[in-house]
Structure formats: C-alpha cells, structure tokens
C-alpha cells in the first residue's frame, strides 16, 4: 500500500472510532437519564445501565470513571428549557413584563411535561434531587443554572417595576426565588398526580398566573 493510502486509511479509521465512541457515550448518557428518572439514582446500576445500552460493563467504564462521575456528566450535557422560552418572551417584556414572564414560566413548564428529555432531567435534578451524591462539580453546575434561571426572572421583574407593575420597593431577586420555586412545586404536582379532571397545562398556567397575580401593584 502506498504511503499516503495507508495514512488516509489510519485518519478515517481513527475519525470513525472517534465517532463510534462518541456515539456510544452519548447512547450511555441518554439510558443513565431514563433508568434514573423512572427508578431513581439507587435503584439502578451502572451495570443494568450498561446491559440497556447494549454495550459491556467495562465500555461504561471507559467513559465514566463511577456514578458520580456519570451524573455530573448529565448535568453538564442535559438542562431545562428556560434558554428557549426566555428568547421567545423576552421581544414582549417591554409591553407588559408581567404578562411575558407569565408566559416565559408557563411555556418552560409546558415544555418540561411535554418533551420526555426535559421531563427525565426534571426529575432525576430536581424531583430526585435528595438521591443526588455530593459532589463539588455537580453543585456547581446545578447552582450556575439556577443563578442564570433566576437571573432571567429578574430581568422581567425589573422591567415590571420600571412599568409601575409591581412596588417600587420589592426586591427582584427574593422574588424570582419565590417564582422559580412555585414552579417547580407546580411541576412535581403534575407529574405525581393522578387527577385528570383538568388538563396538565391548564393547572400550570393557572398557578403561575395567581402567583405572578399576586405581585401586581394594583391589587393592593
């Protein structure tokens, strides 16, 4: 074989390997999300994780040294989608910030009861959230996000009080706490009920808007 065909040859073999490893950590990364959403962090191994993806017990190992070390890689590749619904609302906040942030809450919910990812990463991040380990690198991504959550409600709260929507004297970033947690707490109570007398996304939207309600300085 010629000089250059062999080097041609090594470069796609090595590319395709690449590829086929990223493939397989990614096909890894999707099982790990499912397996500890539906059964919880405890109750799954790294080798029952490994037989679903449909490679061996030390491939798994190849890519993530421990279950630590596969979760904090979750949390790095999978997040929630307020980005999204913050770009599709924020064009509205300048004329009503309360009725954009209402609709920015309510659409990042909707889209975590609707999309199987958001829903996985949901739960094991934050319904499951007392079964996650104690690691440095994962509470500080988990604690970037928030901040950037929050930040995001902020900014809405900020421009609802520049329009006179709410107290001069309320303090933002209290409240987008306060915001960020009736979500979530709404979220967790679609997910576990049982109730079908009224639609999911009726439930969400109608809680978030007696909460936002709440902060309008016209029902004083």
Partial sequence: MLPNLAIK????????????????RQLLLETALRHYATYGI?????KAIAADAGVTHGALYWHFKNR?????????????????????HLQAIDQDALSALAG??????K??????????????FY????????????NEILQSERMLWLDYIDRFLKQARKQKQIRKKTKSQPMAEVLLSQMFGLLILCLWSEDESAPVSTLIATGIENAIRGLDATKD
Wanted: without cysteine; glycine residues 0%; proline residues 4%.
């Fill in 9 to 24: 040859k090594e470069s796609v073999l090595a590319r395709r390997s690449r590829e086929e490893a990223e493939q397989t």
């Fill in 42 to 46: 405890h109750q799954t191994s790294l």
């Fill in 68 to 88: 630590d070390d596969l979760i904090v890689a979750l949390a790095s590749t999978y997040t929630l989608p307020f980005e999204r619904a913050y770009m599709e």
């Fill in 104 to 109: 920015f809450l309510t659409d990042t919910a």
């Fill in 111 to 124: 889209v975590v009861l609707r999309e199987t990812q958001a829903s996985f990463t949901f739960s094991v």
């Fill in 127 to 138: 319904q499951r959230r007392a079964e996650l380990p104690e690691v440095p690198a994962l």
